[in-house]
């Protein structure tokens, strides 16, 4: 789900907000593809990850990582769209991909190295990790502005916002406690 999120942004050209935003923004910027560039971005994130959340979610996670950029390199040429609305294809990526970090967290997993980051200071700083989050996202689009034009990042914003609603919505870690 969230590689197939990636197809329908790359498709349009739009972008989203942490690591994925990120190698998005930069295979845009150098014709590198996003797959090796979201693997690459996550590398340096693991030790923090295993320091923080374990080996087991260190290995889901790497797992998820690597799937989501050898999907995002073979769907490309399995489906094509015709004619996507940048609004739906917002939309739409945003529950897909939301959707896909639900199922992710679930499991005890992630697909970036922004978040990790962001727990690994609120552990040591006291520093709300959302507040982090929000940080590094500002300054992705806020690239993005300097990059794509603002229909563009305006589209990008309004995914991003339908990915954090569905998490924020449906996301609670009581909900998987086994009783």
């Known amino acids: 789900m969230a590689a197939f999120g990636v197809v329908i942004l790359s498709h349009l050209g739009l972008i989203t907000g942490q690591t994925a935003g990120l190698a998005l923004l930069i295979s845009y910027a150098t014709g590198w593809g996003f ?3 979201f693997f690459a971005l996550n590398l340096p994130f693991y030790y923090l990850g295993y320091i923080r959340m374990g080996a087991a979610f260190v290995a889901k996670t790497f797992v998820a990582v ?3 950029s050898a999907l995002s390199i073979i769907l490309p ?3 094509q769209f015709d004619r996507l609305n940048p609004a739906i294809g917002a939309v739409l990526f945003g529950f897909a991909t939301g959707s896909a970090l639900l199922a992710l967290f679930r499991h005890g997993a992630s697909l970036g190295g922004i978040g990790i980051v962001a727990l690994w200071l609120q552990d040591k700083t006291g ?3 959302g507040y982090t989050q929000i940080m590094v996202d500002a300054g992705i689009f806020a690239a993005a502005l300097w990059m794509l034009p603002l229909p ?3 589209y990008s914003a309004l995914g991003a916002l339908v990915v954090n609603m569905v998490i924020a919505l449906n996301h609670s870690r009581d909900r998987y406690i086994a009783r």
């Open 35 to 37: 797959g090796p560039v």
């Open 152 to 154: 563009l990042v305006a």
């Open 77 to 79: 040429h399995q489906i």
């Open 127 to 129: 520093f709300r990790a």
């Open 66 to 68: 690597a799937l989501v």
